[in-house]
């Protein structure tokens, strides 16, 4: 073979490749973390007006922690109209009283057919368009485990008062230290903020929503109709949505607190539906976003695009040649590939591998050195082991993305039960 004789092969040809586009397809996140080292925290001008909110809280069997996050909202410091309206969604436990004890206002939903946060968010901005129409400029989606500091609304506000009809926060964790699991989602989110989403909202292009902790414009769903995105992951969804559509997404350095999943069936299960659901938004909105690439020349879709598709398709891609080309070269007694070649395909996957460990773990030093301040954790042990143990977690997305190219996956919820307020989690961390 002439591959033979330039002294390579066919398998490592192809590692090759993928290695040369993740390089090129994932460059500007280089440049997005540079630019974020050195310029710092984005900056945001006062108001000139504060505007009325709505905080939307789906909660299925949440009795443990909703009061914490209904009592920091209660507490916000805030000279403006904020009410709290808690879906209490298919409950068999107090949910709703407690949300009712702690100040809020309890919706009870039952609808057995179409449970989840989607669904959720569809009932409620139906009735509150339909029984407030007007009163409210925006709303704020928490999930029930969250909590939020004092000026988290004043400074969301600041962002949203500069005409954003969309804006992000900075995610943190409540439970950074209870274990390496835990402590890999908390890095991972804040990475996430300050690289990413800090990142773009300092370069001008569009960021990106996660989960729960975000600011939705009144006149967003009111031009929806209410709420059209039903997917395994609604938030992925809502940010393709956005970019296809040019609505630019901001940011605003206003950090709230979620709890992260602490055994690893949990967040297996969980990932596995946050990647079904990228696959599931990705076949429907990547002709959109290669329209915005190269019709509208929009920065912000081909990022979209980049934080959903080429990972996991190039991964399950690298998984099923390399595994292939082992098992038949191996089979072919040395017809197909010869020791040799077989022996370059297990060092491409161990180089992989390697470079694949050693990129998350310069991800995640970066991250502890500046983010150290926001990392409420008791055990400085934790802090030091989780640079070593995140791109562990990491690569556990490897046979996840794989999977779930071809498992069903429902939405399943997941239960939260570490209930500190924020004070608790400033000061000390939640074990």
């Given amino acids: 073979m002439e591959l033979a004789r330039l002294g390579t092969s066919p398998i490592e040809v192809f590692n090759s490749i993928v290695g040369i586009f993740f390089t090129v397809a994932y460059f500007y996140q280089v440049i997005y973390a540079i630019w974020a080292l050195f310029r710092g925290e984005v900056k945001l001008p006062d108001a000139k007006r504060n505007h009325s909110y709505a905080f939307v809280v789906a909660a299925h069997n949440e009795e443990a922690v909703i009061a914490n996050l209904v009592e920091s909202i209660k507490a916000q410091r805030y000279d403006g109209l904020i009410d709290c309206y808690v879906v209490a969604d298919a409950c068999t436990d107090d949910t709703a009283e407690v949300a009712r004890r702690a100040g809020a206002i309890v919706w009870e939903r039952n609808d057995l057919a179409r449970r989840g946060k989607s669904w959720v968010l569809d009932f409620a901005f139906e009735r509150l368009m339909r029984e407030c129409p007007g009163k409210y400029e925006g709303f704020f989606i928490m999930d029930a485990d969250n909590v939020i500091p004092p000026d988290y609304v004043s400074i969301m506000n600041k962002t949203f008062d500069q005409g954003f009809l969309v804006c992000t926060s900075y995610r943190n964790s409540k439970n ?132 959903m598709s080429p990972a996991m398709i190039c991964t399950v891609l690298s998984v099923f040649v390399n595994i292939a080309y082992l098992i038949i070269g191996t089979a072919s007694r040395g017809y197909i590939a010869t020791q040799g070649e077989l022996g370059s395909c297990v060092r491409s996957i161990v180089t992989t591998l390697f470079s694949s460990y050693l990129m998350f773990f310069i991800m995640g030093l970066i991250t502890t050195i500046t983010e150290r301040k926001n990392i409420h954790s008791r055990s400085r042990w934790r802090v030091i082991s989780n640079i070593f143990t995140f791109p562990i977690f990491e690569l556990t997305y490897i046979p996840i993305n794989v999977i779930a190219l071809f498992k069903k996956v429902d939405w399943i919820p997941v239960k939260h039960d570490i209930a500190v307020d924020f004070d608790e989690v400033v000061s000390e961390g939640a074990s």
Wanted: glycine content about 8%; charged content about 20%.
């Fill in 176 to 307: 950074f230290d209870s274990n390496w699991i835990s402590a890999g989602y908390s890095l991972w989110f804040l990475r996430e903020s300050r690289y990413l989403n800090n990142a773009r909202m300092l370069l001008g292009t569009s960021c990106a929503i996660s989960g729960s902790g975000w600011l939705v414009s009144e006149s967003i769903i009111k031009g929806m109709n209410g709420w059209l995105f039903h997917t395994l992951t609604e938030d992925l969804q809502f940010s393709a949505f956005c970019s296809s559509h040019d609505i630019r997404i901001g940011y605003a350095p206003a950090e709230f607190y979620d709890e992260q999943p602490t055994d690893f069936k949990t967040s297996w299960t969980q990932r596995m539906r946050w990647s079904r659901g990228a696959y599931e938004v990705l076949f429907s909105y990547w002709r959109d976003l290669l329209r915005g690439i190269f019709k509208g020349r929009s920065f912000a879709s081909f990022d979209m695009l980049m934080c």
